[in-house]
């Protein structure tokens, strides 16, 4: 590729990644709302991927990637941000508040990718990325204190719920990746089988409250979250991983504490605090640094 086609690739990397940055702020506080409202992490799962299952399952047929080993094929729709992460980040958020999932999902997602670059891939984060990554946990820690102060009894579950979830989807980043997994091949491998195997297992077994719930709560989370975390995000994950690589696209998830921290204002009423604010600077520092880094690669994934 040319200089200029080079960096008009990455260009548009940073942009899918910005997209996926604010899709996640507000998948964390949107989902803490949903929770409260009384809805069950089954039902929010079930209305997601009845969303995202009507608009993929006609295209799924021609989209899907059948040079994919079955290996990948199971690691894509397991592991990706389909019905198992979904549940694990709604029974996180269940039982503490947004501040903690930006702080233990996100925040530990880079941690996790660049553990499973370097077993699988032998991929060598920089030095500078290993100090960005550094500036944006002690960031998202910081955005968290006050929550993890306030938190009860539910909070060493949450924070099992949060880990869980990061390292089911680092295992996604990567092979992202290795197989060079095309956008819409990506959306096809997460919603059609999580769609097809989940629902119906939520309608015939799983507890739900969605017939006490107002249909505007139902509306709005079905909206938000088939369309935002179950749509969009899923094609604008595998063009960021893709472009920019796993280390920088699970970075940026680090630095989802902070904004989600900011919407939470006119949406939960949250208003930061200074040692917030103060996270909320030294994650973005930490972001910045990260953009620039690179990984090298030792040899191939075998």
């Known amino acids: 590729m040319t200089p200029v086609a080079k960096s008009n690739e990455r260009i548009f990397g940073l942009l899918s990644a910005a997209g996926v940055f604010c899709i996640w702020s507000g998948f964390l506080v949107f989902s803490r709302a949903g929770m409260q409202s009384?809805?069950?992490?089954?039902?929010?799962?079930?209305?997601?991927?009845?969303?995202?299952?009507?608009?993929?399952?006609?295209?799924?047929?021609?989209?899907?990637?059948r040079h994919l080993p079955l290996h990948a094929?199971?690691?894509?729709?397991?592991?990706?941000?389909?019905?198992?992460?979904?549940i694990l980040m709604y029974f996180g958020l269940k039982g503490a508040s947004a501040a903690y999932g930006g702080a233990f999902a996100n925040g530990s997602l880079p941690i996790f990718t660049i553990l499973l670059g370097l077993l699988f891939a032998r991929r060598v984060p920089s030095r500078r990325q290993l100090i960005a990554v550094l500036i944006?946990?002690?960031?998202?820690?910081?955005v968290a204190l006050p929550g993890m102060h306030a938190g009860g009894n539910s909070v060493a579950s949450a924070i099992g719920f949060f880990?869980?979830?990061s390292a089911v989807l680092s295992i996604y980043f990567v092979g992202v990746k290795h197989w060079q997994i095309e956008a819409r091949?990506?959306?096809?491998?997460?919603?059609?089988p999580n769609a097809l195997l989940f629902v119906?297992?939520?309608?015939?077994?799983?507890?739900?409250?969605?017939?006490?719930a107002p249909w505007s709560t139902i509306l709005l989370q079905a909206a938000f979250q088939g369309l935002g975390p179950g749509f969009l995000a899923v094609i604008l994950f595998s063009i960021?991983?893709?472009?920019?690589?796993?280390?920088?696209?699970?970075?940026?998830?680090?630095?989802?504490?902070?904004?989600?921290?900011?919407?939470?204002?006119?949406?939960?009423?949250?208003?930061?605090?200074?040692?917030?604010w103060i996270g909320i600077a030294?994650?973005?520092?930490?972001?910045?640094?990260?953009?620039g880094g690179h990984a090298k690669t030792k040899s191939p994934f075998k």
């Open 200 to 212: 119906p297992v939520w309608f015939f077994f799983l507890p739900s409250t969605m017939q006490d």
């Open 240 to 276: 960021s991983v893709r472009i920019l690589g796993p280390t920088p696209s699970a970075g940026l998830a680090a630095a989802v504490p902070a904004s989600a921290t900011l919407l939470a204002i006119p949406i939960l009423g949250e208003v930061p605090t200074t040692i917030e």
């Open 38 to 65: 009384g809805l069950t992490p089954f039902d929010l799962t079930a209305l997601r991927f009845l969303v995202t299952g009507a608009l993929v399952l006609p295209f799924a047929k021609a989209w899907w990637p």
């Open 73 to 86: 094929i199971l690691s894509m729709s397991i592991c990706g941000p389909g019905a198992l992460y979904s």
């Open 136 to 142: 944006l946990l002690v960031g998202a820690v910081l």
């Open 163 to 165: 880990l869980a979830a």
């Open 282 to 291: 030294i994650v973005t520092a930490g972001l910045i640094l990260l953009l």
């Open 185 to 192: 091949q990506a959306l096809v491998l997460v919603s059609v």
